[in-house]
């Protein structure tokens, strides 16, 4: 959650006062003398919470929160308070205050209150930013969840992929979704207005392929799982590709199709075929910073189809989801965000009573191999990418049993 306080008071022991009791409370601070000064880190959508003092020289916290209102209606403001000053405050709330405190404030008291603003401001902030990306018109940004730079590099690669009209395949582990990407793939492309068909590889048959191919003419056809395709069913998918056929082809895959290929357990000429075009998915154990962005998404859904209120999502909560390696990636998040919905107790709630060593080694070990999975397994690269010694980071690989090949494509 975010955890920034813009804090503004003339009084500078007070502001200091201030300042050094948000620190202990692990709260990032920046320190204001004056509405002039404070202005210039006031935007709409600061990641954060204005706590104020009220009576100030020149342009007072009226007129800071009328300025804030106009930038941002929904950026909350605290207001400080004298003794005498109550009615003042209670105005102020009329005007749009998030809420206000007595001077002296005990921690206890303003620590409860800039929680709960920090928590409806990340809402806020995270509705919007979901909003924009419904709006965008992209079914890539609508459809592919994710702020990291793997994910938005995936989803240019899609974006390339689907300009291209070329065979596609599209590669991820279990659960991640290869047959959404795929449709992705389908609907951001000259196609669009085509069917999409989807078909299992192994129960394809060369005449059931060619049916497949027919239903999906002037639009996509979808392979799942490419590497179960009979062999004949191979050589008769690289004939019509090669005679032109007038449906696109994009095949997915779970298991390494390289390999397959080199084996001779899938057609050469086929895969070399497919390859032309390539779309990864990487796996949420390369992008825990994702994680909270899509389970947010996915209880948002689990409960519209369970006709329930979507219940409060906490940091601790969140906290134990990234520390999870997620083999079933996002199919198994899913069933996740469906049994936090019904009420039902998961593996999150037990990691979230774990010890704060435990839980900081296994956000740890998410994030080492994050690095390793956008270096393309590249040791050296991770450890700079992450700020860490060389020497540090390979006594990390050893801690935890990384092995930077495994990361390696």
Known sequence: MIRNVLVVDDDRPVREALSQTLELAEYTVRAAGSFIEAKDHIARDFAGVILSDIRMPGRDGF????????????????????EGDIPMAVKAMGQGAFDFLEKPCAPDALIPVLDRALKNRALVLENRRLKAQLETGDPAARMLFGTSRVAEDMRQTVRQ?????????????????????????????????????????????????????????????????????????????????ESGSETRL???????????????????????????????IPALSERPEDIPVLFRHYVAQAAEQAGLSAPEIGPDHLAALMAQDWPGNARSLMSAAMRFVLGMPDSAAEAAEL????????????????????????AAQAAEALKLPRKTFYDKLARYGIRPEDYRR
Do not use: C, W
Request: hydrophobic share 45%; aromatic share 4%; no cysteine.
């Open 161 to 241: 992929a689907a300009r291209a009209g070329t065979e596609t395949l599209v590669i991820g582990p279990p659960g991640a979704g290869v047959s959404k990407v795929a449709e992705v793939i389908h609907l951001m492309s000259p196609r669009a207005s085509g069917p999409f068909v989807k078909r299992a590889a192994a129960r394809l048959d060369p005449p059931a392929l060619d049916a497949a191919l027919y239903a999906a003419r002037g639009g996509t056809l979808f392979l799942d799982e490419i590497p179960a395709l009979p062999m004949d069913s191979q050589y008769a998918l690289l004939d019509r590709i």
């Open 355 to 378: 010890g704060l060593a435990e839980q900081m080694a296994r956000v740890e070990r998410s994030l080492l191999i994050a690095a390793l999975g956008r270096q393309n397994g590249r």
């Open 63 to 82: 007129h800071l929160l009328a300025h804030t209102r106009a930038l941002d209606e929904e950026l909350p403001v605290i207001l400080l308070t004298g």
């Open 250 to 280: 994009i095949a997915g895959s779970t298991a390494d199709l390289e390999e397959a290929a080199r084996a001779g357990r899938f057609n050469a000429d086929l895969y070399y075929r497919l390859e032309v075009m390539r779309v990864r």
